[in-house]
């Protein structure tokens, strides 16, 4: 079922494409992918909605939601890579395996994203067990995590995080986020780091 929040937004970004674009010009594939990227921003699509949800509100296979996502990204999307990742991490469960991290990137947009920084940065993720599973080894995802949030590298931030989750710290000024993530995890069930973003960002 489509549902729109705001129907008077959702009509003026139509108008406004069509004035740009000009009236016509829009193909069948291009009104989808506006029409899906509307609904992202301002119908019931809003939010960490996974493909599979939006598959069953839109009544379409998943292949073409995951397309349609990418394709909307790509058009129409004003979030950067920091933003998006943010957001992501921020909803799922983080797996530590052995000296790897793992999780789940269902956007296509952002997980190419990430493949690009992660290369600028001499480095790269595994996607070789499933495209949607994520994993790379807790010094590249300490990389990765400084690169996009600069705030990490700060040790008045990593105390303040410290703090908030009871973690001890060594004395002086050495300690760094890898240990920090390493100590966060040391106590969990499961090996699985829950909520590392949001005690990280909401501290």
């Not at 950067?80 to 296509?108: A, H, P, R, W, Y």
């Not at 993720?125 to 590249?140: H, K, L, P």
């Not at 300490?142 to 303040?160: C, G, N």
């Not at 703090?163 to 106590?187: P, Q, Y």
């Amino acid at each position: 079922m489509i549902i729109v929040s705001n129907k008077n937004k959702f009509a003026q970004e139509i108008i406004d494409i069509l004035n740009t674009r000009g009236f016509g010009n829009l193909n069948k594939n291009d009104w989808e992918v506006l029409i899906f990227s509307l609904l992202k921003k301002y119908g019931n699509l809003q939010g960490a909605v996974s493909n599979h949800q939006i598959s069953i509100e839109l009544q379409m296979p998943e292949t073409k939601v995951k397309r349609l996502a990418y394709e909307a990204n790509l058009k129409y999307s004003s979030k950067n890579i920091s933003d998006s990742f943010k957001v992501v991490l921020e909803k799922v469960t983080l797996i530590k395996k052995d000296d790897k991290i793992q999780f789940v990137i269902e956007d296509q947009f952002l997980k190419l994203g990430i493949c690009a920084k992660l290369k600028e940065l001499g480095h790269h993720a595994d996607y070789s067990f499933n495209n949607e599973i994520v994993s790379m080894r807790i010094d590249v995802f300490v990389a990765l995590m400084q690169e996009l949030y600069p705030e990490l590298k700060d040790i008045k931030t990593l105390k303040k995080i410290a703090k908030a989750n009871n973690v001890k710290m060594r004395d002086g000024n050495s300690f760094d986020f890898k240990e920090l993530l390493s100590n966060l995890s040391k106590d969990i069930a499961s090996s699985t780091i829950v909520n590392l973003l949001t005690t990280i960002f909401l501290c």
